[in-house]
């Protein structure tokens, strides 16, 4: 099992449909991350969970709805997003708050 | 403005050739990490600084961080093609790492 798993590494979907990302840490971590990667722009924090509870949402909009069920688990839920929405949706890691952070493959996701 | 400015944006070189990009900051931060990622992939932890003026080396790759821990920098010795991605400067201040634009390198057998 690789560190940080993903799924699904694509995703394209219209403007109305509901969708869900899902990521998965084997590496024993307290905390998750979300983070955004448009083109030609710095990574964006989305929202970060310690110990299951949400310690930071980094003025997201409601279309995107983060959930951890448990410090192994990460999801973001999307509901009526736009186009410029499309993106590389990256899942991290970490322990302990060091800056260390251990990333996933990323999800791409395309809106039409 | 952008807490973390990454310079060159784009470096395209010959194999065999040596490079440095730079990680620049206004900010004092309390580490600094450095990422490499290739296409299609997400980013891959390569080092952590922490001491100010710090060096540290990684085969080939040698990461230095500034005396004020405001700045680092990353050389890359005889580069080859399997360097090629994007490099990656990430700045922790409190417990949220923030990012640089990234410097996209191409190195050309």
């Known amino acids: 099992e690789t560190g940080v798993t993903q799924t699904p590494r694509h995703l394209v979907m219209g403007m109305t449909n509901k969708k869900s990302l899902k990521c998965e840490q084997h590496?024993?971590?307290?905390?998750m991350y979300w983070y955004k990667q448009s083109a030609k722009k710095p990574l964006e924090l989305m929202f970060v969970y310690s110990l299951e509870e949400r310690v930071e949402n980094n003025s997201v909009p409601s279309r995107f709805s983060p959930e951890c069920p448990n410090s192994s688990h990460l999801f973001l839920h999307l509901h009526t997003l736009q186009p410029e929405d499309s993106a590389l949706y990256l899942c991290?890691?970490?322990?302990?708050?060091?800056?260390?952070?251990?990333f996933g493959e990323g999800s791409r996701l395309t809106v039409l | 403005t952008q807490l973390l400015e990454q310079s060159p944006q784009f470096l395209s070189i010959q194999e065999g050739e040596n490079l440095t990009v730079y990680c620049n900051s206004s900010s004092v931060f309390s580490s600094l990490q450095w990422y490499r990622q290739e296409p299609g992939e997400g980013p891959v932890l390569l080092v952590t600084v922490v001491t100010g003026g710090e060096v540290k080396k990684l085969k080939r790759l040698t990461f230095q961080f500034g005396d004020a821990r405001k700045d680092s920098s990353l050389h890359i010795t005889a580069a080859q093609p399997g360097d090629t991605g994007l490099y990656l400067c990430a700045g922790a201040k409190s417990y949220i790492p923030t990012f640089g634009r990234g410097t996209s390198l191409i190195v050309h057998p």
């Open positions: 991290a890691s970490s322990q302990d708050f060091t800056g260390e952070l251990f």
């Open positions: 590496l024993g971590h307290n905390a």
